[in-house]
Structures are given as C-alpha cells and as structure tokens.
C-alpha cells in the first residue's frame, strides 16, 4: 500500500471538499480549485478528514494513489494560503509588464514576448524586473512561472 496514499487527509475550518461524478472541488477563504478524479481511486469522506483509496491493486491504481493524496493535500494549502512565485529579471534593457490577460516581456529579442495568463493566476510586476506570480492552483502557477523562465533560461556560467 502506498505509504503517501493511505494516510488521511485533515480538513481544517473553512475548508470544503466535495466528490461528484468523478470531479474533486475543493473551497476554501482563499478560492476554489477542482480537479478530475482518476478512474480506479475513490475519495471517502468523513467529518473533518478524507482517505483516498484505491479499488483494485493493479499497477494503474497503485500509482494513482499516492498522486491523487498530493494533489488533494496541495489544493487544501492552496485554498488556504495562496501559492506565491517570485521571478527576477537579470539583463539590461530587460522589463516585464503586465496587459490586460498577458505577460509582456521584454529580454532582448527584436519583438516582445506575450505570455496569456491562464485563469486563477494573479500576474504582478511590482518593478520593471520583478514578476510575482500567485494562486490557489499549485500546478497552474508553478507551469506559469516554467513558460515565463522558459522564453529566456538563465545563463549557466555567469549566473
């Protein structure tokens, strides 16, 4: 039995969590995020805590267990306290702004960059080379921050 996937899940105060038709939504103060239940692992809930468990040990559901358990404790510490990721833009002439539901960057190509906002990420520029990127979805901002660093990787060598 995964050792991830079997303990239970605390519900704190504030915090909803509902199963239907294969759909998890967790609510929470901060927001709400859902995402889709994997064939073979089923949610039980009980007052203040939920167990996941998996309907046969094939190695589908086995390896379903202990990820579903993650996503599910991630989505509880988001609706909570929000997922928050700070980027640094080091280069000069480099600025970032934000339009609209598009990131704006500018890191030395001939044109700038746009990057679409997806739903439930806040975008911030506090400065011209700082981006704060925040959210209840862990997965949707940690992917935002990756394509935002992926249209100019840092140097290796210099930093």
Excluded: W
């Amino acid at each position: 039995m995964s050792r991830i996937g079997k303990s239970p899940l605390s519900l704190p105060a504030g915090v909803t969590l509902a199963v239907a038709d294969g759909k998890v939504v967790t609510k929470g103060p901060e927001g709400e995020v859902s995402f889709t239940l994997p064939p073979g692992v089923t949610i039980n809930l009980e007052e203040g805590s939920a167990t996941v468990e998996r309907r046969s040990n094939s190695k589908h559901d086995r390896s379903c267990h202990g990820m579903v358990r993650s996503i599910l404790a991630a989505n509880i510490a988001g609706v909570q306290k929000p997922y928050s990721v700070t980027l640094e833009i080091v280069g000069v002439g480099y600025q970032s702004s934000v339009r609209g539901q598009q990131l704006a960057l500018k890191v030395g190509f001939a044109n700038e960059i746009m990057l679409d906002i997806p739903e439930g990420v806040t975008v911030t520029t506090p400065s011209a080379t700082q981006i704060q990127m925040s959210g209840c979805d862990k997965q949707a901002v940690h992917q935002m921050a990756a394509r935002t660093r992926k249209v100019r990787p840092p140097e290796p060598y210099n930093g």
